[in-house]
């Protein structure tokens, strides 16, 4: 049974910064990738960020963070890290680590295995 479990997430004052983590568990040896979506009150859930296990640990970001946010994983650990800074109001959301086992459900950005999520809070 995959379990996601992120971390790091509270309020910060625009243009700070933050580092969130995601601690996997269960995951195949072959899984393919990790992510970061995040939903806003109101909002539809975006994706923010991913990165793969192997091929030198690909990413991918968002327009909205590219720039801002950097996105790293920990092979062995079975972590992954999202830090962004110039952080603005509109990045308030819960942040929700996710995986992918294939790559083909990478390429349609279909993630199956979904953390809980963490409070982000951008205070003007």
């Known amino acids: 049974q995959v379990q996601l479990v992120e971390s790091g997430g509270g309020l910060v004052q625009a243009g700070g910064s933050l580092r969130l983590s995601c601690a996997a568990s269960?995951?195949?040896?072959?899984?393919?990738?990790m992510a970061w979506f995040r939903q806003a009150p109101g909002k539809e859930r975006e994706f923010v960020a991913s990165i793969t296990w192997q091929s030198g640990g690909r990413t991918s970001y968002s327009e909205s963070v590219k720039g801002r946010a950097t996105m790293s994983r920990d092979f062995d650990k079975r972590t992954t890290t999202l830090e962004m800074n110039s952080l603005k109001p509109e990045d308030t959301a819960v942040y929700l680590c996710?995986?992918?086992?294939?790559?083909?459900?990478?390429?349609?950005?279909?993630?199956?295995?979904w953390g809980q999520g963490t409070q982000v809070f951008v205070s003007s």
């Open positions: 269960g995951l195949s040896l072959h899984s393919y990738a």
């Open positions: 996710a995986a992918v086992d294939t790559y083909s459900d990478y390429l349609r950005n279909d993630y199956h295995h």
